[in-house]
């Protein structure tokens, strides 16, 4: 299937590992330019390398949670490539502890490693998208939007939030043949899975392996997902395939969130 976006100019943030980076190298094998960001300059460059065996790439060294390194690496993404026409946002997850362990700064660091990016990023692009009445926006949220986690406080607290985001930013650029969408990713092998193992099986004195079992055995498809299969998705979303979808908090979780709403 021709996913229609060859030539594309592509955005992913912190995108050096894990699911951005997934989610670049799937947008790249459809041939869009991507742009992409971190905070590890040694683990960007590799990636950067590693998308340019696939199309064109540009990597800018950036924190999510500063205002001003998202305007320069959108200033400079425009310079190289031109209008950015797809949007994926994605953050690490805030601290792993429930509500009587946080503090207001671990609060407000939640607020502005994983709500803000998305503000700044999609006020950024939006305008151009407007002017040619086309885009793409998708945010990599989380399942404890829909089904929250005890030890996930903030990000059971902002994913949800951002699910009401997608929802009214959908309805106001919709008119703009612009789509906005959230994938609520369920459990993926990536290093915040492994953050999490460390804390759950130390509090249940078992091993990695057996939290890893356990987690898999409660999943419908019986397995821990792979980045590469966000990675499809995003790219599906962000298709002329994919056109008539917008304002959705998709679940892709091998069926791990129980309700059906």
């Not at 006020?123 to 793409?136: K, N, S, T, Y």
């Not at 996930?152 to 969408?181: C, D, E, F, W, Y």
């Not at 990536?190 to 078992?206: P, S």
Request: glycine share 8%; hydrophobic share 40%.
């Amino acid at each position: 299937m021709d996913l229609g976006t060859k030539d594309r100019v592509a955005m992913v943030a912190a995108a050096s590992k894990g699911l951005g980076k997934a989610c670049a190298v799937a947008l790249a094998q459809e041939g869009c330019k991507v742009s992409i960001c971190a905070r590890n300059a040694e683990e960007l460059e590799k990636t950067r390398s590693e998308i340019e065996a696939r199309g064109e790439a540009i990597a800018l060294v950036a924190d999510v949670s500063s205002a001003s390194d998202l305007e320069d690496w959108y200033r400079r993404t425009i310079d190289r490539f031109g209008q950015v026409d797809i949007l994926v946002t994605n953050t690490g997850g805030p601290p792993v502890k429930r509500f009587m362990e946080l503090s207001d700064e671990s609060w407000l660091s939640g607020v502005e490693s994983t709500l803000m990016n998305v503000v700044r990023l999609s006020r950024l692009i939006i305008p151009g998208m407007r002017e040619r009445r086309w885009g793409r926006i998708i945010r990599l949220t989380s399942l404890v939007a829909k089904q929250p986690v005890d030890e996930l406080t903030i990000s059971s607290t902002l994913r949800a939030r951002l699910s009401g985001l997608t929802k009214t930013m959908a309805n106001q650029v919709g008119p703009h043949n612009i789509t906005v969408n959230a994938i609520l990713t369920g459990h993926i092998m990536t290093d915040r899975q492994y953050a999490l193992a460390d804390v759950r099986a130390r509090e249940r004195w078992i091993t990695h392996e057996e939290y890893f079992a356990e987690q898999a055995a409660e999943i419908p498809l019986r397995r821990i997902g792979e980045p590469r299969e966000i990675g499809e998705v995003v790219a599906f979303l962000a298709s002329e395939r994919a056109s008539y979808v917008t304002g959705v908090s998709l679940q892709v979780d091998g069926g791990l969130i129980r309700s059906t709403m």
